[in-house]
């Protein structure tokens, strides 16, 4: 009896405990934090909003850098992030970008007064057991004096 009951509230919370989807609001600057080895780690503030009840946790993000509208190639995701429930909050999230794809960009980079950034992907998030693929396609124009290089 007891089994038939656990089998009973776990089927109840899995299919009662549908994951809305976390929304990414607003993307608010973007900062160089380091250069070594052929790669930059840039430091990017986002505004990400969770309408559930309870935390998400990204695990990892398959994402796609664009500058300009130029690839710049998959973008690591180096930290993992905990979302608290209902909360709208701007998180300082870390990507890997490998300056071997940013380089050709540097001379329009240079002589531009903003730049586009563009992130699309997918962000890999858990809550409780139940794991999802959050779709994302985030572009932001960004004045070159809010870039900071360190």
Wanted: glycine content about 6%; charged content about 20%.
């Amino acid at each position: 009896m007891q089994k038939f009951l656990s089998y009973l509230l776990i089927a109840f919370l899995l299919l009662g405990c549908s994951i809305k989807p976390v929304l990414i609001k607003e993307v608010s600057s973007a900062n160089v934090v380091s250069v070594q080895n052929g790669k930059a780690v840039v430091q990017v503030n986002m505004r990400i909003e969770n309408p559930n009840w309870f935390r998400i946790k990204v695990k990892s993000a398959d994402l796609n850098g664009q500058i300009n509208n130029s690839q710049i190639g998959v973008i690591g995701f180096p930290n993992k992030l905990v979302i608290k429930g209902n909360e709208d909050k701007t998180y300082p999230l870390l990507f890997d970008i490998s300056l071997a794809n940013i380089v050709p960009l540097l001379p329009s980079l240079m002589f531009s007064e903003s730049v586009t950034l563009g992130l699309k992907g997918n962000f890999k998030a858990k809550a409780f057991i139940i794991s999802k693929r959050i779709p994302l396609d985030v572009k932001k124009s960004i004045s070159t004096r809010e870039l900071k290089p360190f």
